[in-house]
């Protein structure tokens, strides 16, 4: 598998802190700035009380060659790539990095962090090719991972912009102990030119964003308005226990866009 409440105060009151180690992979195309947060302390249950309550680093990257942004992210001793972004919900789904022996929270209510990340998220590579898609009423195959722990019905589409019929499926689901939604996509192509099979695609204000480039010269694909897919998406985010909330916002590392 390729791998992927409170209020704030101002950013010159808050305590002052080390400078943050970049939580993208090394290898990330493009990157945005990091954003290190306090978790809230009732939300860290795995503390003692008295307890200074965790720092929380977010940064927004992108795979070269790829449309979909996410969002990096270490909190103590765990961490990950593949966050995903949620603007209109104002938080951060974690993707997999479970610590053993705690209860898991894979959802980050950001709140005054939000503004930070929309500036880079999910438009870190703002003019992408796309593809225009209209919906089929037609049975199509699961391209979902195996392992997926939750899943919903796939869709299938055409890619109206072809001059010959591509189908395109894709299919909502969440890794196990993650709270990031993905949306895995299979575009077929009847006269056997290319496949395309990828896992992470990300939805943003729908359009699908990929993970990696296809064949095509395209790296979204801009879904029919109503088409029931944002739905489905966030049906799946995991509502157990109380989500983590960050408290205030300690430092961003403010920088241009990093070509690596």
């Known amino acids: ?51 200074t309550p965790p720092v929380l680093t977010l940064q927004p990257w992108t795979p070269r060659g790829a449309a979909a942004t996410y969002v990096a992210w270490r909190v103590d001793d765990c961490g990950g790539h593949f966050g995903v972004f949620d603007r209109e919900r104002e938080r951060v789904l974690l993707g997999e990095g479970t610590p053993a022996g705690r209860r898991w929270r894979p959802v980050v209510e950001v709140g005054p962090a939000t503004e930070f ?19 089929l009423d037609t049975p199509t195959r699961h391209p979902k991972p195996g392992d997926a722990a939750e899943w919903a019905d796939p869709r299938a589409f055409t890619l109206s912009s072809w001059t010959r019929p591509v189908t395109v499926a894709v299919q909502p689901w969440r890794p196990l102990n993650g709270g990031a939604v993905y949306v895995a996509c299979r575009v077929d192509d009847p006269g056997e030119r290319f496949s395309y099979h990828g896992w992470f695609g990300t939805l943003d204000a729908g359009v699908v964003r990929l993970g990696r480039r296809p064949a095509p010269a395209f790296v979204a694909i801009e ?38």
């Open 1 to 51: 598998m390729e791998r992927p409440d409170g209020g704030s105060r101002s950013l010159a009151d808050a305590p002052p802190v080390a400078d943050p180690e970049s939580p993208a992979p090394p290898d990330a195309d493009v990157v945005g700035p990091t954003v290190v947060c306090r978790l809230h302390r009732r939300e860290c249950d795995h503390r003692r009380a008295g307890d």
């Open 117 to 135: 990340l929309a500036r880079a998220t999910p438009d870190l590579r703002p003019s992408v090719p796309r593809a225009e898609a209209t919906s």
């Open 223 to 260: 879904l029919d308005a109503g088409d029931g897919l944002a739905d489905d998406v966030a049906a799946l985010v995991p509502d157990r226990g109380s989500t983590r909330v960050v408290s205030e916002v300690l430092a961003v590392e403010d920088g241009s866009e990093r070509q690596v």
